[in-house]
């Protein structure tokens, strides 16, 4: 691999140059784009310069603006003085190109330098996807959009829904998805990247599992069989008696149990018989070693037996959930095309389609073996030449499209710069295979070896640690895929970077020697615990307050920085720096905005100006810390009419400004004349100011008022989208509400560039440091797992490269996954390192799985290997650069008090605290309630609706609260029972006693085959026998002439009487044909005390009352005489509770639910006393009760459960088909007897318009009244 040289480099052909860190790469591109500029005469439209990022882009722009600049206005100099400018004068000659044209070509590049072609790979997408939108087929007015998580959601819940409606095997499928994944949002999480990609996913058949586990099981038996002589020898016969039979027993029994299991390995086979194997037993015997290996199989055997059922259903799970996942992926492209909308993956995607689909068009037509590529050629004549930077990071997808424009075009000129040792994006689909294929494919390849960013103690000190060897010997391959690493040379100017501490080296490790109590069972030490990363981040502490306490060394806190992997680590260290007194800065916290304090602030005050009159809310906005109000002001104010008043009228002056000028007016405005953000020294106001309103600090200020001005922007920018101020406001809660809202993260102070640097190592890239803490280079993070449960999306390439997708995995493929991700690990530690200019500290310890870390991947460490003895030998091959310190059992304590700390890292320097403030704040405070109460939202039932009651929690079933009749109806009951008979069901107590008896037996009961003693037994245990229950409801002085005229009373045969009338009450006809009664439903037709659920979304009480009177008067009785009552009752409106709407959840129990002739009734028994006679239940009677009572409003909200169930449940529902009608059945009056017929039942006919007006009434639809 030769040198780069930017003077001579060819200007056609593909060029693969590789960059290690620190090399100058940027300086290279920019000569090489003047070169294309000059000597190829191409204009700057044309010279397509690609990157990664939109920072990468504006860099590189800004970096050729200045070069050309500088190379027109110092031309004639630089041609003279100058290598690169002399070869380019002389190859400009060549073409006869004298100065004054080159330099006219220049400032024709500067007059259109805002045209240049410099893109990150979405936006050269998107530029050619609009520009050639006939060619690529995307539609003229598509809209970008930078989150789709919301079709993805609705596409799986869609497919949820599928799966549990599918009735071809309905609940197999169904049962098993929800089984690991229970909702859509854990589906998406698990497979999130598997939705991302259109690559087919291998699955494991669940039948390899059965076959391999059967083999195991086999291998079980004949290891026990081949060794039984010795197992015989060695465990039963050390055995006499009773004791050496039972031994022989468990041999025969637990190889009786592998047959069964090996005959039928998804059997129910129970726990393995595994007494014999015990270990235990062999503990001490001199065969203990051949008895481990003979038992290694069974062993296995028992633990896996008791997870294969589990382990089969997910892979049968995971075969529904593969056919889901395309499903779901056709279904995400038909909604996004259906919504006009495209993600930024779909830029990629769409473009790659267009090429590759034209490519095999066109070769299938074989057309003298040339395809005509007709986009790849238009966008090949637009951008002849490129310049991809940051290789490395590409994607299959993205090497695709630059094949597709550029390896078939002879003039083209591709130059692909990057590093595969800095590939650290596979998260994020940047794939180094695919650079790997780039470079076999190129027709040149270069490199850059000389390092201009650190000191030459520094490029020495990462030279050794990742040559893999001694830097005069062969080298180890330590990236592995075939990726080598060449030393860099220091630049010329290297030896000027002398770092004056010699407390330590350039590259200085710190080993930490923590002695655990305990040794594990190999006898070393058990691994350091996690919470020990605490000890390390306080030694990059303290160490880093002696280097700004040393005077000579002239160092800022920006020039220091602690890279972490993650979130927890940074936690670790913001910690330790706190408890330091160092201001830092997490520069990789991309906090939300809308989740900030100053956006709940912010919506407090903006509530309180819109809905002035509401004196809550004012009161609310006065209080937000951005108004400037403390308690006692605030007191103070409230007790201030005349202050309190003009006040009032600022803000209404201010939400008028809002509705007639537009938010940024009034925003502006408020922000000038009543928000008071004190920047005075915090420490001079009291305790308890200082904890209620932190805004007022010095430090938080401008953070404060950056974040103000930040959402004024984006809200000016959403009124143009939601005009009215309601509307914008309704929207900004919103969005601070969910957990990714549209807007972006908080902008970055200037005042952070002032601190120490913590920050990801991923997002260190492309960054430079003067000294650099690696802090927890020694801990290990499982590939195979997201946080605590195993990864199901699998990754890998096989030898060829090519790149698999599969679920779970075979043990190969996670293999593979595993063995990329430790190789990328190593290439992240590289990128850490060489961040480091004069010094990099990288602290170690013995943490679990030490020797699979990133330093112990990268220095071929084992389980075995001592990791101080191994850095002592690495540092004695280059001891002037890099050194080894090992600190035993160090502790917290011994930190440098705060008055050696210099005064620019002092307490009182602290800018806000992004982590864990909370972990160093030494007064207690108050907690706050951070909740959000929705005051309007219920959980409401017939009850509540019918009687003005608000619920706090689930309802009972409704029952009939009759009170217990008085001493008066009690004569006139008497007088009653003077003239007939007097019979049970008339003569039972009123109220809830009887109907919670009368349901509960009921619910019990078989209708079509009673059981009364099983059904009766509970509920007379329960409410009192009948007996007792009757003459309860006969006073005392009444009781002997009720005797005389009820002998079965008197026989105290109260239960044969309930059960003859249970028997008419289940024989009695439910319709005028006689064709339908209770006793004709089994139990599979019906369901009983049914519990339900539906939302209530801003129901209007007004339309619902509105539709109860309409209902009412719509009745068409059977007969003249209902006729008329139903004129009558024409005349009256109904009359409910008000509500101003309702919101929440509607709640109730249906008593019955039954299936006849192939309709759906609901049905609602009634207990009510309406009197003595049968007459006394006629329609006219039970009539006058429901409306009386209401009972027409609780049986619509029951209609309205039961047809939302059944529009679910039913696939080809017809509510006009289907929907029975309601039945109310008042028992007392209920009869088989011919003379009695109607009496009892009371049925309803519920209209389709009826159904649809109340289901619009509760889904919010309708317009408030």
């Given at each position: 691999?030769?040198?780069?040289?930017?003077?001579?480099?060819?200007?056609?052909?593909?060029?693969?140059?590789?960059?290690?860190?620190?090399?100058?790469?940027?300086?290279?591109?920019?000569?090489?784009?003047?070169?294309?500029?000059?000597?190829?005469?191409?204009?700057?439209?044309?010279?397509?310069?690609?990157?990664?990022?939109?920072?990468?882009?504006?860099?590189?722009?800004?970096?050729?603006?200045?070069?050309?600049?500088?190379?027109?206005?110092?031309?004639?100099?630089?041609?003279?003085?100058?290598?690169?400018?002399?070869?380019?004068?002389?190859?400009?000659?060549?073409?006869?190109?004298?100065?004054?044209?080159?330099?006219?070509?220049?400032?024709?590049?500067?007059?259109?330098?805002?045209?240049?072609?410099?893109?990150?790979?979405?936006?050269?997408?998107?530029?050619?996807?609009?520009?050639?939108?006939?060619?690529?087929?995307?539609?003229?007015?598509?809209?970008?959009?930078?989150?789709?998580?919301?079709?993805?959601?609705?596409a799986c819940q869609d497919w949820y829904r599928v799966v549990a409606l599918n009735t071809e095997n309905n609940s197999q499928a169904f049962k098993l998805v929800t089984e690991f994944w229970p909702e859509p949002g854990t589906f998406i999480n698990q497979f999130s990247k598997a939705l991302s990609t259109n690559n087919q996913l291998n699955v494991q058949d669940p039948a390899n599992i059965s076959i391999e586990f059967k083999a195991l099981v086999e291998q079980a038996i004949a290891s026990l069989n081949e060794h039984k002589a010795m197992l015989t020898?060695?465990?039963?016969?050390?055995?006499?008696?009773?004791?050496?039979?039972?031994?022989?027993?468990?041999?025969?029994?637990?190889?009786?149990?592998?047959?069964?299991?090996?005959?039928?390995?998804?059997?129910?086979?129970?726990?393995?018989?595994?007494?014999?194997?015990?270990?235990?037993?062999?503990?001490?015997?001199?065969?203990?070693?051949?008895?481990?290996?003979?038992?290694?199989?069974?062993?296995?055997?028992?633990?896996?037996?008791?997870?294969?059922?589990?382990?089969?259903?997910?892979?049968?799970?995971?075969?529904?959930?593969?056919?889901?996942?395309?499903?779901?992926?056709?279904?995400?492209?038909?909604?996004?095309?259906?919504?006009?909308?495209?993600?930024?993956?779909?830029?990629?995607?769409?473009?790659?389609?267009?090429?590759?689909?034209?490519?095999?068009?066109?070769?299938?037509?074989?057309?003298?073996?040339?395809?005509?590529?007709?986009?790849?050629?238009?966008?090949?004549?637009?951008?002849?030449?490129?310049?991809?930077?940051?290789?490395?990071?590409?994607?299959?997808?993205?090497?695709?499209?630059?094949?597709?424009?550029?390896?078939?075009?002879?003039?083209?000129?591709?130059?692909?710069?990057?590093?595969?040792?800095?590939?650290?994006?596979?998260?994020?689909?940047?794939?180094?295979?695919?650079?790997?294929?780039?470079?076999?494919?190129?027709?040149?390849?270069?490199?850059?070896?000389?390092?201009?960013?650190?000191?030459?103690?520094?490029?020495?000190?990462?030279?050794?640690?990742?040559?893999?060897?001694?830097?005069?010997?062969?080298?180890?391959?330590?990236?592995?895929?075939?990726?080598?690493?060449?030393?860099?040379?220091?630049?010329?100017?290297?030896?000027?970077?002398?770092?004056?501490?010699?407390?330590?080296?350039?590259?200085?490790?710190?080993?930490?020697?923590?002695?655990?109590?305990?040794?594990?069972?190999?006898?070393?030490?058990?691994?350091?615990?996690?919470?020990?990363?605490?000890?390390?981040?306080?030694?990059?502490?303290?160490?880093?307050?002696?280097?700004?306490?040393?005077?000579?060394?002239?160092?800022?806190?920006?020039?220091?920085?602690?890279?972490?992997?993650?979130?927890?680590?940074?936690?670790?260290?913001?910690?330790?720096?706190?408890?330091?007194?160092?201001?830092?800065?997490?520069?990789?916290?991309?906090?939300?905005?809308?989740?900030?304090?100053?956006?709940?602030?912010?919506?407090?005050?903006?509530?309180?100006?819109?809905?002035?009159?509401?004196?809550?809310?004012?009161?609310?906005?006065?209080?937000?810390?951005?108004?400037?109000?403390?308690?006692?002001?605030?007191?103070?104010?409230?007790?201030?009419?005349?202050?309190?008043?003009?006040?009032?009228?600022?803000?209404?002056?201010?939400?008028?400004?809002?509705?007639?000028?537009?938010?940024?007016?009034?925003?502006?405005?408020?922000?000038?004349?009543?928000?008071?953000?004190?920047?005075?020294?915090?420490?001079?106001?009291?305790?308890?100011?200082?904890?209620?309103?932190?805004?007022?600090?010095?430090?938080?200020?401008?953070?404060?008022?950056?974040?103000?001005?930040?959402?004024?922007?984006?809200?000016?920018?959403?009124?143009?989208?939601?005009?009215?101020?309601?509307?914008?406001?309704?929207?900004?809660?919103?969005?601070?509400?969910?957990?990714?809202?549209?807007?972006?993260?908080?902008?970055?102070?200037?005042?952070?560039?002032?601190?120490?640097?913590?920050?990801?190592?991923?997002?260190?890239?492309?960054?430079?440091?003067?000294?650099?803490?690696?802090?927890?280079?020694?801990?290990?993070?499982?590939?195979?797992?997201?946080?605590?449960?195993?990864?199901?999306?699998?990754?890998?390439?096989?030898?060829?490269?090519?790149?698999?997708?599969?679920?779970?995995?075979?043990?190969?493929?996670?293999?593979?996954?595993?063995?990329?991700?430790?190789?990328?690990?190593?290439?992240?530690?590289?990128?850490?390192?060489?961040?480091?200019?004069?010094?990099?500290?990288?602290?170690?310890?013995?943490?679990?799985?030490?020797?699979?870390?990133?330093?112990?991947?990268?220095?071929?460490?084992?389980?075995?290997?001592?990791?101080?003895?191994?850095?002592?030998?690495?540092?004695?091959?280059?001891?002037?650069?890099?050194?080894?310190?090992?600190?035993?059992?160090?502790?917290?304590?011994?930190?440098?008090?705060?008055?050696?700390?210099?005064?620019?890292?002092?307490?009182?320097?602290?800018?806000?605290?992004?982590?864990?403030?909370?972990?160093?704040?030494?007064?207690?405070?108050?907690?706050?309630?951070?909740?959000?109460?929705?005051?309007?939202?219920?959980?409401?039932?017939?009850?509540?609706?019918?009687?003005?009651?608000?619920?706090?929690?689930?309802?009972?079933?409704?029952?009939?609260?009759?009170?217990t009749i008085h001493v008066d109806e009690q004569t006139e009951l008497f007088n009653t029972l003077s003239k007939t008979a007097i019979e049970l069901r008339f003569s039972l107590t009123k109220g809830a006693q009887t109907g919670n008896l009368l349901h509960d037996i009921l619910e019990q009961t078989d209708f079509s085959a009673p059981d009364w003693q099983k059904s009766c037994h509970w509920p007379l245990v329960k409410y009192g026998a009948v007996d007792d229950v009757f003459a309860s409801s006969i006073e005392p002085s009444l009781e002997s002439d009720?005797?005389?005229?009820?002998?079965?009373?008197?026989?105290?045969?109260?239960?044969?009487?309930?059960?003859?009338?249970?028997?008419?009450?289940?024989?009695t006809p439910l319709n005028q044909d006689s064709t339908l009664s209770l006793s004709q439903l089994t139990p599979q037709a019906t369901l009983r005390e049914t519990e339900f659920y539906y939302p209530m979304r801003s129901a209007s009480s007004s339309q619902l009352t509105q539709l109860l009177s309409e209902h009412r008067n719509n009745y068409v009785g059977s007969d003249a005489s209902i006729i008329t009552s139903s004129k009558i009752v024409r005349q009256h409106r109904v009359h409910l509770p008000f509500y101003q709407q309702l919101k929440g959840m509607?709640?109730?129990?249906?008593?019955?639910?039954?299936?006849?002739?192939?309709?759906?009734?609901?049905?609602?028994?009634?207990?009510?006393?309406?009197?003595?006679?049968?007459?006394?239940?006629?329609?006219?009677?039970?009539?006058?009760?429901?409306?009386?009572?209401?009972?027409?409003?609780?049986?619509?909200?029951?209609?309205?459960?039961?047809?939302?169930?059944?529009?679910?449940?039913?696939?080809?529902?017809?509510?006009?088909?289907?929907?029975?009608?309601?039945?109310?059945?008042?028992?007392?009056?209920?009869?088989?007897?011919?003379?009695?017929?109607?009496?009892?039942?009371?049925?309803?006919?519920?209209?389709?318009?009826?159904?649809?007006?109340?289901?619009?009434?509760?889904?919010?639809?309708?317009?408030?009244?």
């Amino acid at each position: 691999m030769k040198n780069l040289n930017a003077n001579t480099i060819a200007l056609q052909g593909k060029h693969l140059i590789e960059a290690s860190a620190g090399t100058g790469k940027t300086h290279n591109i920019t000569r090489i784009f003047l070169r294309l500029l000059l000597e190829r005469e191409l204009p700057i439209e044309q010279i397509l310069v690609m990157t990664f990022t939109k920072d990468a882009t504006e860099e590189i722009r800004g970096r050729i603006d200045d070069f050309i600049r500088e190379s027109l206005h110092s031309w004639d100099s630089l041609i003279v003085s100058d290598d690169y400018f002399k070869t380019l004068s002389v190859n400009l000659a060549n073409k006869n190109i004298g100065s004054r044209e080159a330099k006219a070509r220049l400032s024709q590049a500067l007059l259109y330098i805002d045209e240049a072609a410099i893109f990150t790979i979405h936006g050269f997408c998107k530029r050619v996807l609009n520009q050639y939108a006939f060619a690529s087929g995307i539609s003229f007015n598509a809209q970008m959009e930078t989150d789709t998580q919301d079709i993805t959601l609705e596409a799986c819940q869609d497919w949820y829904r599928v799966v549990a409606l599918n009735t071809e095997n309905n609940s197999q499928a169904f049962k098993l998805v929800t089984e690991f994944w229970p909702e859509p949002g854990t589906f998406i999480n698990q497979f999130s990247k598997a939705l991302s990609t259109n690559n087919q996913l291998n699955v494991q058949d669940p039948a390899n599992i059965s076959i391999e586990f059967k083999a195991l099981v086999e291998q079980a038996i004949a290891s026990l069989n081949e060794h039984k002589a010795m197992l015989t020898e060695s465990l039963i016969d050390v055995k006499k008696g009773a004791e050496r039979e039972k031994r022989q027993q468990e041999l025969d029994l637990l190889l009786n149990w592998l047959a069964a299991l090996s005959a039928d390995v998804t059997g129910q086979h129970g726990k393995m018989p595994d007494a014999f194997i015990d270990g235990r037993r062999y503990a001490r015997s001199k065969v203990k070693s051949e008895l481990v290996e003979i038992f290694t199989a069974v062993n296995t055997v028992k633990k896996q037996h008791p997870e294969l059922s589990k382990q089969l259903n997910r892979a049968h799970a995971l075969l529904v959930v593969r056919k889901g996942i395309y499903h779901i992926r056709a279904e995400i492209s038909r909604k996004k095309l259906q919504a006009n909308v495209m993600g930024f993956d779909d830029l990629i995607s769409t473009l790659n389609d267009c090429l590759t689909h034209e490519q095999a068009h066109e070769s299938g037509l074989e057309l003298e073996n040339k395809p005509t590529q007709v986009l790849a050629n238009s966008i090949f004549s637009q951008f002849p030449v490129a310049l991809i930077d940051e290789f490395q990071d590409t994607d299959p997808q993205q090497f695709s499209i630059l094949k597709a424009i550029y390896y078939h075009q002879p003039n083209a000129a591709l130059y692909m710069i990057g590093d595969p040792k800095q590939a650290i994006y596979g998260f994020r689909g940047g794939d180094i295979f695919a650079y790997l294929s780039a470079r076999n494919d190129c027709d040149y390849q270069w490199l850059m070896d000389t390092n201009w960013r650190s000191s030459a103690a520094m490029i020495t000190g990462y030279n050794r640690l990742f040559y893999g060897n001694k830097l005069s010997d062969d080298a180890g391959d330590v990236f592995g895929y075939q990726i080598p690493y060449l030393p860099v040379k220091a630049s010329p100017k290297a030896h000027e970077k002398v770092f004056l501490d010699r407390e330590f080296n350039a590259l200085q490790f710190i080993h930490f020697n923590v002695e655990s109590e305990s040794k594990g069972k190999n006898g070393k030490d058990k691994a350091v615990k996690q919470s020990y990363r605490a000890n390390m981040a306080a030694w990059c502490a303290n160490e880093i307050v002696r280097l700004l306490a040393c005077s000579d060394l002239n160092m800022a806190s920006g020039d220091i920085a602690l890279l972490v992997r993650d979130g927890t680590e940074a936690a670790d260290i913001k910690f330790a720096l706190n408890a330091c007194g160092l201001a830092s800065v997490f520069m990789s916290n991309r906090a939300n905005l809308l989740q900030s304090d100053e956006t709940k602030h912010l919506l407090q005050v903006l509530k309180g100006i819109l809905f002035l009159e509401n004196d809550r809310l004012y009161t609310a906005a006065l209080a937000s810390p951005l108004m400037g109000f403390n308690r006692e002001k605030l007191l103070q104010l409230q007790h201030d009419e005349q202050q309190w008043q003009q006040l009032k009228v600022s803000f209404e002056k201010l939400r008028n400004e809002w509705q007639f000028k537009g938010f940024i007016s009034m925003a502006l405005q408020l922000m000038h004349q009543h928000f008071h953000i004190d920047v005075s020294d915090a420490d001079s106001r009291s305790a308890d100011t200082r904890s209620s309103n932190a805004i007022s600090s010095k430090n938080n200020a401008d953070r404060i008022l950056t974040n103000l001005l930040h959402l004024f922007e984006l809200l000016q920018g959403a009124s143009q989208r939601h005009r009215q101020p309601q509307e914008l406001l309704f929207w900004f809660e919103q969005q601070s509400q969910i957990d990714n809202p549209e807007v972006e993260a908080e902008l970055r102070l200037e005042s952070d560039e002032n601190l120490i640097r913590i920050i990801t190592q991923h997002g260190s890239k492309g960054m430079e440091y003067p000294v650099v803490f690696v802090p927890f280079a020694t801990r290990h993070k499982d590939p195979l797992k997201f946080g605590n449960r195993n990864v199901t999306f699998i990754e890998h390439h096989d030898e060829s490269g090519a790149l698999h997708h599969s679920l779970d995995g075979s043990d190969e493929a996670r293999t593979r996954m595993a063995a990329e991700a430790y190789a990328e690990a190593i290439r992240l530690l590289y990128v850490a390192v060489t961040r480091a200019e004069k010094r990099c500290y990288i602290l170690s310890t013995a943490f679990d799985n030490y020797e699979k870390s990133p330093l112990g991947k990268t220095l071929k460490w084992s389980a075995e290997t001592d990791i101080a003895t191994s850095l002592q030998q690495l540092a004695q091959d280059n001891p002037e650069e890099v050194a080894l310190d090992v600190l035993d059992n160090y502790s917290l304590e011994g930190k440098l008090p705060e008055e050696k700390l210099p005064k620019e890292a002092s307490v009182s320097s602290n800018i806000e605290s992004t982590y864990d403030e909370s972990k160093v704040k030494t007064e207690p405070e108050v907690a706050r309630f951070n909740g959000r109460i929705e005051r309007d939202w219920w959980l409401s039932s017939f009850s509540a609706l019918s009687k003005n009651l608000r619920h706090n929690g689930v309802s009972a079933p409704d029952r009939d609260t009759e009170e217990t009749i008085h001493v008066d109806e009690q004569t006139e009951l008497f007088n009653t029972l003077s003239k007939t008979a007097i019979e049970l069901r008339f003569s039972l107590t009123k109220g809830a006693q009887t109907g919670n008896l009368l349901h509960d037996i009921l619910e019990q009961t078989d209708f079509s085959a009673p059981d009364w003693q099983k059904s009766c037994h509970w509920p007379l245990v329960k409410y009192g026998a009948v007996d007792d229950v009757f003459a309860s409801s006969i006073e005392p002085s009444l009781e002997s002439d009720v005797s005389q005229l009820s002998g079965q009373a008197q026989q105290g045969d109260g239960q044969t009487l309930l059960i003859k009338w249970l028997e008419e009450v289940l024989n009695t006809p439910l319709n005028q044909d006689s064709t339908l009664s209770l006793s004709q439903l089994t139990p599979q037709a019906t369901l009983r005390e049914t519990e339900f659920y539906y939302p209530m979304r801003s129901a209007s009480s007004s339309q619902l009352t509105q539709l109860l009177s309409e209902h009412r008067n719509n009745y068409v009785g059977s007969d003249a005489s209902i006729i008329t009552s139903s004129k009558i009752v024409r005349q009256h409106r109904v009359h409910l509770p008000f509500y101003q709407q309702l919101k929440g959840m509607m709640h109730g129990f249906i008593d019955l639910i039954f299936q006849a002739d192939g309709k759906y009734y609901v049905c609602d028994y009634k207990s009510s006393h309406l009197g003595d006679e049968y007459s006394d239940y006629n329609d006219v009677a039970m009539r006058h009760n429901i409306e009386k009572n209401h009972y027409d409003l609780q049986y619509l909200i029951y209609a309205l459960a039961l047809h939302r169930h059944l529009k679910y449940a039913l696939a080809d529902y017809d509510p006009e088909q289907h929907f029975g009608g309601i039945y109310y059945l008042y028992l007392r009056g209920m009869s088989d007897q011919s003379e009695h017929q109607g009496c009892g039942v009371y049925y309803r006919q519920i209209t389709l318009a009826e159904l649809e007006q109340l289901d619009s009434i509760f889904a919010g639809e309708t317009t408030h009244v």
